[in-house]
């Protein structure tokens, strides 16, 4: 029997059972294969008509397995909801559009494109007419499912066209276009390119099947592409900062990111992880308030794993004002916040703390001039007074 390529998750004292829909669909074609379907069906039958949580970072595979799948899941009595947690292309589109919603993150892609066929050995110009015949078949099968989910949003004109050009989405276009129901904020993805490949969460894309990488490109640029120069190493001297002053590896090792999620085959842990990333953005984001120290410093730690718990005091000692005309940019509050530290370090002040009662360490008194000091640099630059 194929190795199977999903797995599902069905604990008694939940409501909800979830399937996951990682990597490849099938290495092994179910076009006349009577055993991959029928696992399938059983351990989709396990599910007992819960609510399906259906979860998806797939570059696509065997369009007769999606079939099937999508089949299977129209089927299904419970509601089912489609997560894309990376990428949804290819054949994976067609199990997405069996979701009664489909849910995708900012930062997540889809893609569709014509079917396509390898081949090897010698043919005449018959037998290509008979295999062109045949992709032609099968790809009026995928215009059907498509046609169902985008209700109208695309003519079957419109979106044969798109199939033929392989059009890469972003979030906002497959919403747009139908596709997709629900666009939620940006979830931890590390996307890795290695020369024509694509490694989005541990999950590797082929991509020599794909003629427009150059839109993939443009949507997931290289990590380096982000930002200037200047900006990035900004950022990364601020994240120092923040680590000097208590708030940088400690937390990021408590808090699991797209920087420090290592690859697992354990599909509880990737989605705890990734609900756990959602709600430390949150609450981050939340703490925004348009003043650019507050604002720099939250970004921040958005970028290193801190929390909001963690920076709440930071924040908090810098007055809720809006800044002058003297705005500082992200360089300028980083060369005093350096200044600071620099002449903390040079003096041996950072040696000399106030004497505690009973000659223990004050670690709060320490954190507290810490925090003052830097809260008043910045509102200086600010000119808040």
Not at 29 to 52: A, M, N, R
Not at 335 to 343: F, Q, S, V
Not at 354 to 381: D, F, H, M, R, W
Request: charged content about 20%.
């Amino acid at each position: 029997m194929p190795k199977n390529f999903w797995k599902f998750k069905n604990e008694a004292e939940s409501e909800v059972a979830e399937l996951m829909l990682y990597g490849e669909i099938s290495d092994v074609s179910w076009y006349g294969d009577e055993v991959t379907p029928k696992q399938f069906h059983e351990d989709l039958i396990t599910c007992e008509g819960k609510d399906l949580a259906v979860h998806i970072n797939s570059p696509g595979g065997d369009v007769f397995a999606a079939q099937a799948i999508y089949t299977q899941l129209k089927a299904y009595t419970g509601k089912v909801t489609m997560y894309i947690d990376g990428m949804c292309a290819s054949a994976a589109t067609i199990i997405a559009c069996a979701g009664d919603t489909v849910i995708m993150p900012s930062n997540t892609i889809y893609m569709i494109h014509n079917p396509k066929s390898a081949m090897l050995g010698y043919f005449d110009a018959p037998q290509l007419d008979k295999i062109s015949e045949s992709l032609g078949a099968v790809k009026q099968t995928i215009v059907n499912v498509y046609m169902a989910r985008v209700q109208g949003a695309l003519s079957e004109t419109q979106l044969k066209h798109k199939m033929d050009s392989e059009s890469w989405m972003t979030a906002s276009e497959a919403k747009n276009y139908g596709f997709v129901d629900e666009i939620t904020d940006a979830i931890p993805i590390e996307n890795k390119w290695e020369g024509d490949a694509l490694i989005v969460n541990s999950v590797s894309c082929r991509l020599d099947r794909f003629k427009n990488i150059s839109e993939l490109r443009a949507i997931l640029p290289e990590e380096k592409q982000k930002g200037s120069d200047i900006f990035m190493n900004a950022k990364d001297q601020l994240k120092a900062i923040l680590n000097v002053l208590g708030m940088g590896d400690s937390q990021q090792e408590q808090t699991p990111t797209a920087a420090n999620m290592q690859p697992q085959n354990n599909a509880d842990a990737v989605q705890a992880a990734i609900v756990a990333e959602r709600q430390r953005v949150a609450a981050l984001d939340a703490m925004k308030n348009g003043n650019p120290a507050v604002d720099s410093i939250i970004e921040t730690a958005k970028a290193n794993g801190a929390t909001a718990e963690s920076i709440k005091p930071y924040v908090d000692a810098i007055p809720q004002e809006q800044p002058t005309a003297q705005t500082v940019n992200e360089e300028k509050m980083l060369t005093a916040i350096k200044a600071i530290l620099a002449d903390n370090s040079a003096s041996g002040a950072a040696d000399v703390l106030p004497t505690p009662q009973g000659g223990q360490k004050n670690e709060a008194a320490e954190k507290a001039a810490s925090i003052e000091e830097v809260a008043n640099y910045a509102n200086k630059l600010m000119g808040v007074k």
